[in-house]
T-cell receptor, first 116, second 115 residues
Framework: AQSVTQLDSHVSVSEGTPVLLRCNYS??????LFWYVQHPNKGLQLLLK??????LVKGINGFEAEFKKSETSFHLTKPSAHMSDAAEYFC??????????????FGSGTQLTVLP | DSGVTQTPKHLITATGQRVTLRCSPR?????VYWYQQSLDQGLQFLIH???????AKGNILERFSAQQFPDLHSELNLSSLELGDSALYFC??????????????FGPGTRLTVL
């Protein structure tokens, strides 16, 4: 069965410093992986997705993630944090429960705080 | 703006009552998904519909049901409400069944408060 583990429930960085949000996955086959962001009282917005085309995936707002099969990881990074990046981030794997059924399995989330 | 709409934004009701949450997918999307987000359970998948047919069920209670109509909008019905049903309910849509990489686009959610 597919699952994701977000290794940090809270991450705090200073504005202008790098961001690293860690995610490990478990999957019996090559997974499709996503990062979503949720700002306070807002819906979920797709940051980026991995679909086996390239191991380094670039997303919106300067975020990127690298798929590492040997480490079963899909960590999210950004070179320089901005105050507007403060939000909750979810690592997600897609589960195919039958030929046509799909569901997202969410990690527990990482709350990112950006300090001035 | 994802193109997925949900109504109402907020809903306050009492225990034992029944409510209906509505979702309109992005234009052209055939799949609709429902998720529940609560403080203690996190984000959980409830149910997936594709072109009017139920395709997958997650952690959906028997008191909850959903349907997708011919115009592709979907409704989630919650009955015999309990305090623990208070949560944010999200709807998402995607293009369909083409491959395993369908991106799901989320609506803004309906915040349900059961008093």
């Amino acid at each position: 069965a597919q699952s994701v583990t977000q290794l940090d429930s809270h991450v705090s960085v200073s504005e202008g410093t790098p961001v690293l949000l860690r995610c490990n996955y478990s999957s019996s086959y090559s997974p499709s992986l996503f990062w979503y962001v949720q700002h306070p009282n807002k819906g979920l917005q797709l940051l980026l997705k991995y679909t086996s085309a390239a191991t380094l995936v670039k997303g919106i707002n300067g975020f990127e993630a690298e798929f590492k099969k040997s480490e079963t990881s899909f960590h999210l990074t950004k070179p320089s944090a901005h105050m507007s990046d403060a939000a909750e981030y979810f690592c997600v794997v897609i589960l195919i429960s039958s030929g046509s059924a799909r569901q997202l399995t969410f990690g527990s989330g990482t709350q990112l705080t950006v300090l001035p | 703006d994802s193109g997925v709409t949900q109504t109402p934004k907020h809903l306050i009701t009492a225990t034992g009552q029944r409510v209906t949450l509505r979702c309109s997918p992005r234009s052209g999307d055939l799949s609709v998904y429902w998720y529940q987000q609560s403080l203690d359970q996190g984000l959980q998948f409830l149910i997936h519909y594709y072109n009017g047919e139920e395709r997958a069920k997650g952690n959906i209670l028997e008191r909850f049901s959903a349907q997708q109509f011919p115009d592709l909008h979907s409704e989630l019905n919650l009955s015999s409400l309990e305090l623990g049903d208070s949560a944010l309910y999200f709807c998402a849509s995607s293009g369909g069944l083409a491959g395993s990489t369908d991106t799901q686009y989320f609506g803004p959610g309906t915040r349900l408060t059961v008093l």
